[in-house]
């Protein structure tokens, strides 16, 4: 009799508190490394404009303002930028445009 006594009182204890008794965790949505690498894709383009030390920054920044571009990685010695970005976003065509419109015309290399 004491036991259930004690019990219901640390059960009502509890309820009062405000804490639920059983707490409800939201589970993590696990995206597979597969999944997560079909949401990204990797283009490089030939960006033969680029002669100065400012020209890769305007390229990499141009490329970078495209709403779905992750990342943009310039290599001035080979005059390429190689760019990563979600397809369900943008596409090849507006990454090459964005950089055309800075004024270094850029082309897809297959």
Not at 23 to 43: C, D, H, K, Y
Not at 84 to 100: H, L, Q, R
Request: net charge negative.
């Amino acid at each position: 009799m004491i036991r259930l006594l004690i019990a219901t009182a640390g059960l009502l204890a509890i309820s009062v508190s405000g804490l639920p008794l059983i707490g409800s965790v939201a589970s993590p949505v696990l995206v597979s490394v597969a999944q997560a690498a079909e949401a990204e894709q990797t283009a490089t383009f030939n960006v033969p404009g680029m002669t100065c030390a400012l020209c890769p920054i305007t390229v990499r920044k141009a490329m970078e303002s495209v709403e779905g571009v992750k990342s943009v990685t310039v290599d001035f010695d080979a005059r390429t930028a190689t760019v990563t970005f979600d397809p369900s976003m943008t596409t090849i065509e507006a990454i090459a445009t964005a950089s055309a419109n800075a004024g270094y015309p850029a082309k897809h290399i297959l």
